[in-house]
């Protein structure tokens, strides 16, 4: 038979029940939950795991984040987020503002001279996708002419135009008298 899941008596069970009900993020309930179960009716992990729709796995690390740090355990942050960054968001619209200056003015900021100012900032090598997660972070787009090609000729282009078969004809005209008294 497989162990019993017992929980340290850190908050009794009114003060879970309390939790429970002030979590604000599902994945911060699912782990009261567990915590609460545990608490009420100690089982298996597999059981709770099953009654709460929920992996053995996570029912045991959860039991053991709550034995071990008590409450503050199970209120860490949640899955996703921004943790491995170069600089925090308030210190990267500070860096992009001599730039986007420097655009306003009418100047060709570019990402090659972004990526070597974050390098000289950071003290370190970073990819060149990093700079444009950056900047598109920031709502920075590529803005920039039309492309043209260095060796047109803008005189051959339009006799070009004056001399080429149009791509759309004129209106067919029905071959037949009948047919166009009908349509009329």
């Known amino acids: 038979m497989a162990r019993v899941t017992r929980i340290a008596p850190h908050l009794t ?8 009900h002030a979590a604000t993020t599902p994945w911060l309930r699912q782990r009261w939950l567990v915590i609460y179960t545990a608490l009420l009716d ?22 053991s984040l709550y034995k071990r740090f008590g409450p503050s355990g199970l ?4 899955p996703g987020g921004r943790r491995h960054d170069y600089l925090s968001k308030d210190a990267e619209v500070a860096f992009l503002a ?24 950071v003290g370190q090598e970073v990819d060149e996708s990093t700079i444009y997660r950056l900047l598109k972070r920031h709502q920075w787009r590529k803005v920039m002419p039309r492309p043209y090609h260095p060796e047109a000729d803008p005189v051959a282009q339009a006799e070009f135009k004056k001399t080429s078969v149009r791509s759309s004809p004129t209106p067919l005209q029905p071959e037949h008298q009948m047919i166009a008294a009908q349509s009329s």
């Open 98 to 121: 001599p730039f986007l200056e420097r655009a306003a003015q009418g100047e060709i900021v570019t990402a090659k001279v972004i990526h070597q100012a974050f390098e000289q900032r």
């Open 75 to 78: 209120e860490t942050v949640g």
């Open 13 to 20: 069970l009114d003060e879970v029940q309390q939790k429970l």
């Open 42 to 63: 100690p089982r298996p992990a597999a059981v709770i795991a099953r009654q709460l729709g929920v992996s053995r796995p996570f029912v045991s690390k959860i039991t």
